[in-house]
Every structure is written in structure tokens, then in C-alpha cells.
């Protein structure tokens, strides 16, 4: 299924509209540690960094978003990564809230990680991650980096988030933004079998699913719009429109037509793609 292109006006006012009702959404998720969090829940790091680039990729400058005088930065600051792609996040969000000396130190972290096979820390998706980290704060992708990713490409054209499982929707968009941004051509035939991979996973509602069979979500979606984008492909008006019919009157966003899960996770997720940008956002 191909995606249609949206040239209307009308559908960019539309998106500017979504992406500033989940901006307050987001903003109203703030608690008094300078965090985010889900209802019910206190804050998390994780959460907390998707949040700020969301807003980041939005146009709201994400150390402005404050309660109690306290920022997402606030929050962020000391708190531990126990894993490769929790210190890769946390590199993304430390850069959009301009925090650029703390990025540049987590970096060098994460440069201690490379393997001699290229990979990045100990999976395929921390590579991926570790590339959108690493090229956010101007630094390079690598050659045996950006070759690791291209041969970790499954015969179905997708990625996995490890080798030797099975491709998803998402991890393959994420390797598509990296290799992008790693300076791999959007025309390569790489990218071309990626993105046809994606194509496959898009149901008549419009929407994309995390694998074959699972039915459309929110977040898959948003991966394959912002793949299109990083390839220099405009997102399909079917995939907004699922996009659209998911949104609530508070801003936030179900995870699909059945489960309204985790708002705030899928809100983050979500506005990147409908404001227009890949990763990295700088």
C-alpha cells in the first residue's frame, strides 16, 4: 500500500493544531521534580526524556515547560542509565533542552562503547540509537558503525532490535533515521528495501503494525511517518488520518482504536511525526 502524499493546507493546519493540544497535554503530565509521568505514576527518566523531544520537535523549547520552578533538566540530572539506549535518550533530551556540555559528556561515554564489529553497546538497537546519539551533538556515525547496521538488515528488508529476531516496524523506522543520518543515501537500495518493508505493514485503517497480524497502532505509525520523512518521503494522508481519529479532546493519544495505554508514552511518540520531523531533531 502506497502512501498518498498530503499537500492540502487544510491538513497542515491540522497537524499544526494536534501538535499544540499534545504539547499542553504533555506540559499538564508535569510533576513537581521537573519530571513526567503517566496518571497514577510518578515521574521516570525514560518517559521524561521522550517528552522533552517531543516538545523539542513540537517548536515548544522543552527548559521552558517548568513546575514548581523546576525543569525536565532538573529532573535528569543525576539520575542513572542502566542501559545503552537509556544513556542514548538521555544524550537526545540533554541536547533539546540545551544542555549541550552534558550531552557532549554522555557522548564520550558512549563512544567507550564501540565494539570492534562496530556495533554499539550489546545490541542492535542500541547501535541504531547509539548513531542517532552520536550525530545529535555533531558527532560521527562511523564506517564500521553504519556497516554493522547495513548488514544487520533482514532478508525481509527490516531490522530487529537484536540479531537473530525477528523484524518489527519500529526498530526498522529507527535504523532508517540512523542510517540517514549517518550520511547513507535516502535513494540507497537499503533504504528503499526499508521503507517497502513498512509499506507492507500498513493496514486499510491507515495505520502501521508493530509486526504482521498485530493490527495498527499509534506508535508503529508514527515510526513509518518519520521514516518517510527521514528518506525524504512526505507522510501518507492515511497515516495521519489514523493518527487523527486516535487523538482525545485533551491532546493525548490512544495507542490504538482498542487500548488507550500509557497516553503520555504514546503522546511523546506520537508528535514528532505529526510536527514533521525525524531524529535526530538537531
Not at 518519520?226 to 497515516?239: F, T
Amino acid at each position: 500500500m502506497l502512501l498518498v502524499v498530503v499537500s492540502s493546507g487544510v491538513a497542515r493546519v491540522s497537524s499544526s493544531s494536534a501538535a499544540r493540544s499534545g504539547v499542553s497535554y504533555l506540559a499538564s503530565r508535569q510533576t513537581a521534580d521537573g519530571g513526567f509521568a503517566e496518571p497514577g505514576r510518578a515521574a521516570d527518566p525514560g518517559l521524561t526524556a521522550w517528552v522533552v523531544l517531543a516538545l523539542d520537535a513540537s517548536g515548544r523549547d522543552p527548559a521552558t515547560v517548568r513546575r514548581d520552578g523546576r525543569s525536565a533538566a532538573d529532573y535528569l540530572i543525576g539520575k542513572p542509565y542502566p542501559t545503552a539506549t537509556d544513556l542514548e535518550l538521555r544524550i537526545l533530551a540533554f541536547q533539546a533542552l540545551g544542555r549541550i556540555e552534558a550531552a557532549k559528556e554522555l557522548a564520550d561515554r558512549l563512544q567507550g562503547l564501540r565494539r570492534s564489529s562496530g556495533a554499539i553497546g550489546t545490541g542492535l538497537n542500541s547501535t541504531i540509537w547509539g548513531v542517532l546519539a552520536l550525530r545529535a551533538v555533531g558527532r560521527p556515525a562511523g564506517a564500521k558503525t553504519l556497516t554493522y547496521l547495513l548488514r544487520s538488515q533482514a532478508s525481509t528488508g527490516g531490522w530487529s532490535w537484536a540479531r537473530g529476531v525477528a523484524a518489527d516496524s519500529n526498530d526498522t523506522a529507527a535504523a532508517i533515521q540512523a542510517l540517514v543520518a549517518g550520511g547513507v543515501s535516502r535513494s540507497s537500495r537499503s533504504i528503499s528495501r526499508g521503507l517497502a518493508y513498512l509499506r507492507r505493514l500498513q493496514n486499510a485503517d491507515g495505520g502501521f503494525e508493530l509486526s504482521s497480524g498485530r493490527g495498527s497502532d499509534a506508535q508503529s505509525t508514527a515510526w513509518a511517518i518519520q521514516a518517510s520523512l527521514a528518506a525524504g518521503r512526505k507522510p501518507g494522508k492515511a497515516a495521519l488520518g489514523y493518527l487523527s481519529r486516535l487523538r482525545r479532546a485533551d491532546g493525548s493519544y490512544r495507542y490504538s482504536a482498542k487500548y488507550g495505554t500509557t497516553p503520555v508514552w504514546v503522546t511523546a511518540q506520537v508528535l514528532p511525526a505529526i510536527a514533521g520531523h525525524a531524529f535526530p531533531l538537531r
